[in-house]
């Protein structure tokens, strides 16, 4: 059985740093492309970065030279370093395996909350 | 970018009922088009892909159609289980996108 479990989420200040972990069993990571997929509230879901089997990695033009994503194969891990937070980054944030753009296995999620 | 239009935003239905939601794309996406279902507080479900294809598990009363840019979802007899927001997605191309869902209600 497929499980990913997103950890790492919280309240930052805006321009602050987090780093998202999403720890897989069922799968491995680095054999699926794998992707973090947000909702803010009220919200539709949003795509914001994939990392492909072969370790290529794509961004939303919202997140791109702010956020980097990344995998451990050691640990079955995917992370998402998040930096210069900003309001609008606000959201629930869930991993997602993610084969030819198709979200068929996804976490629980970790809610990510920017304020002062 | 690909944007999804999806329609009507908001639909109230009987039990029983037969309910469709359709989805456009602008620009031909092929058969790249998935389906999900999203309850309070949970992840986002895959229910369709490819267009047509049934998730395993996912009941039968649940349908898609379509293809290039023009996509249908279908629940032949809504069940009450079924109150959900729905959502299209296209990964023709990438940044993958999502409509703007349809949020579903039990008259």
């Known amino acids: 059985e497929v499980q990913l479990v997103e950890s790492g989420g919280g309240l930052m200040q805006p321009g602050g740093s987090l780093r998202l972990s999403c720890m897989a069993s069922g799968l491995t990571v680095t054999n699926n492309h794998m992707s973090w997929v947000r909702q803010a509230p009220g919200k539709g879901p949003e795509w914001v970065s994939v990392i492909h089997s072969d370790g290529i990695t794509h961004y939303a033009d919202s997140v791109k030279g702010r956020f980097t994503i990344s995998r451990d194969n050691s640990k079955n891990t995917l992370y998402l370093q998040m930096r210069t937070l900003r309001a609008e980054d606000t959201a629930i944030y869930y991993c997602?395996?993610?084969?030819?753009?198709?979200?068929?296995?996804w976490g629980q999620g970790t809610r990510v909350t920017v304020s002062s | 970018d690909i944007q999804m239009t999806q329609s009507p935003s908001s639909l109230s239905a009987f039990v029983g009922d037969r309910v469709t939601i359709t989805c456009q794309a602008s620009?031909?996406?092929?058969?790249?088009l998935s389906w999900y279902q999203e309850k309070p507080g949970k992840a986002p479900k895959l229910l369709i892909f490819?267009?047509?294809n049934l998730e395993p598990g996912v009941p039968s009363r649940f349908s898609g159609s379509g293809s290039g840019t023009d996509f249908t979802f279908t629940i032949s007899s809504l069940q009450s289980e079924d109150i959900a927001t729905y959502y299209c997605?296209?990964?023709?191309?990438?940044?993958?996108?999502f409509g703007q869902g349809t949020k579903l209600e039990i008259k």
């Open positions: 490819d267009a047509s």
């Open positions: 997605q296209q990964g023709d191309g990438l940044p993958y996108t």
């Open positions: 997602a395996r993610s084969p030819r753009g198709i979200f068929d296995f």
């Open positions: 620009q031909d996406i092929s058969n790249s």
